[in-house]
Every structure is written in structure tokens, then in C-alpha cells.
């Protein structure tokens, strides 16, 4: 389907979309894209991320605990991700990972809660929606530890560099790019675009977070997913249907998305 586009990664529930969000959901769907993937990111964002996909059947929900918001995993957690998959919405684990650059939660604290969410992916047999930053070593290990070569997942909004491609591909896990994509000093997540394979290659957002070049400093939102589109068909050397039509198909994969309505 040209002009057709997944955005793979977006947080549509927030307070910054209060006012007008359902304009930005039909300004989404309008610009061309067909499905959207919000990435759950705690247990209380959870019933309003659940009512989106229930207004609007093209979006779909990740539901996990963000490496910021680890310290809030407990005794209740697990169940809460398991009991959530009853809702049609919901098609991943995460986004939950390792961010040693904030650290808003302990180290000992995410590395555990990490790979609590990835045994989880092992035994719901759902794909994970990783972030990482700044924990390139630890997150590969837990991977590799606990994937024992079943995991299916996505690396979401890359920040690394052709330094990190060889293990993601030894994992045989997607690459999604954000709008850094398009910031002028990101060299190395340029670099690294046109050594992801193709068909694990994905596109996103982050809305309201990493508005590309030409939005910086607004808010983001996932009309504005053409703009990075359009720098990775230029860093691929591919036209920017073709960057459509194959990210979404991946995502699809990926997510096991049903065709858009
Ligand atoms: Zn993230
Ligand atoms: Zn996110």
C-alpha cells in the first residue's frame, strides 16, 4: 500500500495530548499512516491507553514498565502484564530496558525488572519493545541470557551506531529509528541506518518526545513520522514509498498486526 505508514512508537495518553488528541490521532491517520504502536510505559497510564485503542481500532498498545519507572515493578506486576494481553490492543511487552544515563530507578533495580519483562516475552510468546541507553553491554547480555534465541523484539528509537549492529543482528531483533535520525549531529545512528537489513527495519515517532528537524522543540506528534521517513529513504538509498511500504510490513510482522482498517 504506498503512502501507507506504521508509526511503530508513540505515547498518545499523555497530558500533552489532553487537549486536542483526537485531532492529532485523525491529523495521524490523515498524513497516511495506518496503525499506531503506543508503547506502555507504567501500570497507571495503562487504562487510558487501553480506551484509545478501543475508540480508534488502528492503534495498538505495548504494556510494560519503562526503566524509569522500574522501581514500581511488585508482586502485582507480572499478572498486570499477563491479565492486559486479554485486551485485542494489546500486541508487545514494553517499552522496558536499561536507561544508565537518567537512571530514575536504581541499576540492580532495572537490570532486574528487565529481565522479569523479557521471561515474561518468553512465556506470553510476545515481542519486546526495548529501550536503552547508555547500557549497550547489559541489555545484549540479558538478552542473550534470558532470549536463549527465542526473543523477537525492536530496538525502539536507536541511539547507538554501526558499533551495535553486528549484536542486534546476531539477536535478529528490529532497529527503529526516531526523528534524531534527522538531527545534523546524529552521525553515528546515520551511519548505522543503511546496515540495518530490510526487513527488520522499522519507523517511529516517540510522540510527544524527538520532533525531527524542521519540528524541534514542539511537541511531536505522528504526522510529522514522513519527516524521518524521508531522511532514512535518503540515508538508504530507497524512495520514500518504499521506506513506507517496508516498515510498515515489518511492524506488521513484528507486532502481528492484523491488515489496518
Ligand atoms: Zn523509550
Ligand atoms: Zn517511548
Not at 6 to 24: C, I, N, P, Y
Not at 157 to 182: N, R
Not at 207 to 236: D, F, H, M, Q, V
Request: with cysteine.
Amino acid at each position: 500500500m504506498p503512502n501507507s505508514i506504521v508509526d511503530s512508537h508513540a505515547h498518545l495518553g499523555w497530558d500533552s495530548f489532553q487537549e486536542d488528541r483526537e485531532e492529532v490521532i485523525n491529523r495521524a491517520f490523515e498524513s497516511g499512516i495506518s496503525q499506531i504502536v503506543q508503547a506502555g510505559v507504567d501500570h497507571a497510564s495503562l487504562p487510558e491507553s487501553l480506551k484509545i485503542a478501543d475508540d480508534f481500532p488502528n492503534i495498538f498498545n505495548g504494556v510494560g514498565l519503562h526503566p524509569h519507572e522500574a522501581k514500581h515493578w511488585n508482586a502485582d506486576s507480572a499478572d498486570i502484564v499477563r491479565d492486559a494481553f486479554r485486551h485485542k490492543s494489546v500486541v508487545a511487552i514494553g517499552e522496558c530496558g536499561l536507561d544508565f544515563y537518567y537512571n530514575h530507578s536504581e541499576r540492580d533495580v532495572q537490570l532486574q525488572v528487565f529481565r522479569e519483562q523479557v521471561r515474561l516475552c518468553l512465556e506470553l510468546d510476545k515481542p519486546l519493545i526495548i529501550h536503552t541507553r547508555d547500557a549497550w553491554d547489559d541489555t545484549f547480555e540479558i538478552l542473550k541470557q534470558e532470549g536463549k534465541g527465542e526473543l523477537r523484539g525492536v530496538f525502539h528509537c536507536f541511539t547507538g551506531g554501526p558499533a551495535q549492529i553486528p549484536a542486534i543482528k546476531e539477536l535478529d531483533f528490529f532497529v527503529s529509528f526516531s526523528g534524531i535520525l534527522t538531527f545534523k549531529s546524529a552521525k553515528d545512528i546515520q551511519a548505522a541506518a543503511p546496515l540495518v537489513a530490510a526487513d527488520r527495519v522499522l519507523v517511529e515517532t516517540d510522540a510527544p518526545y524527538l520532533a525531527p528537524e524542521g519540528k524541534r522543540g514542539k511537541r511531536n506528534e505522528p504526522s510529522y513520522i514522513w519527516i524521518t521517513a524521508e531522511k532514512l529513504a535518503a540515508l538508504r538509498g530507497c524512495s520514500k514509498d518504499d521506506i513506507a511500504a517496508q516498515t510498515s510490513e515489518n511492524a506488521r510482522a513484528l507486532f502481528s498486526l492484523p491488515a489496518p482498517l
